[in-house]
Nanobody, 117 residues
Framework: VQLQASGGGSVRVGGYLRLTCTAS????????VGWYYQAPGKQREMVAA???????HVSDSVKGRFTITKDAAKNTWYLEMNNLRVEDTGVYYC????????????WGQGTLVTVSS
């Protein structure tokens, strides 16, 4: 599985961005996809995740502002980010877990989001 993340950019506080993660390869083995972000000097942490059945989880820090969705036909997952804050600044990565035993994870390259006041 290969993942391609895109959509990052520079916005002002309160702005909007939509990140896109497109998968290729053995996409039928993907069990779930998550978006993670890494602020400068900090550890990577999960922002939102979605399973193949559509169940979602969003971290408390972005709840009500970020939404994760998927377009199964396009093997594409989105992270819609509304009302962006300065503290949302960082590199965003998408991660896929596949249905192997043991499970294997794949990461896309990061896409940089910069929010300025």
């Amino acid at each position: 599985v290969q993942l391609q993340a895109s959509g990052g950019g520079s916005v002002r506080v309160g702005g909007y961005l939509r990140l896109t993660c497109t998968a290729s390869g053995n996409t039928e083995t993907i069990n779930g996809v998550g978006w993670y972000y890494q602020a400068p000097g900090k550890q990577r942490e999960m922002v939102a995740a979605i399973t193949t059945s559509g169940r979602t989880h969003v971290s408390d820090s972005v709840k009500g502002r970020f939404t994760i969705t998927k377009d199964a036909a396009k093997n594409t997952w989105y992270l819609e980010m509304n009302n962006l804050r300065v503290e949302d600044t960082g590199v965003y990565y998408c991660r896929a877990v596949v249905t192997t035993q043991p499970p294997v994870e794949y990461w896309g390259q990061g896409t940089l989001v910069t929010v300025s006041s």
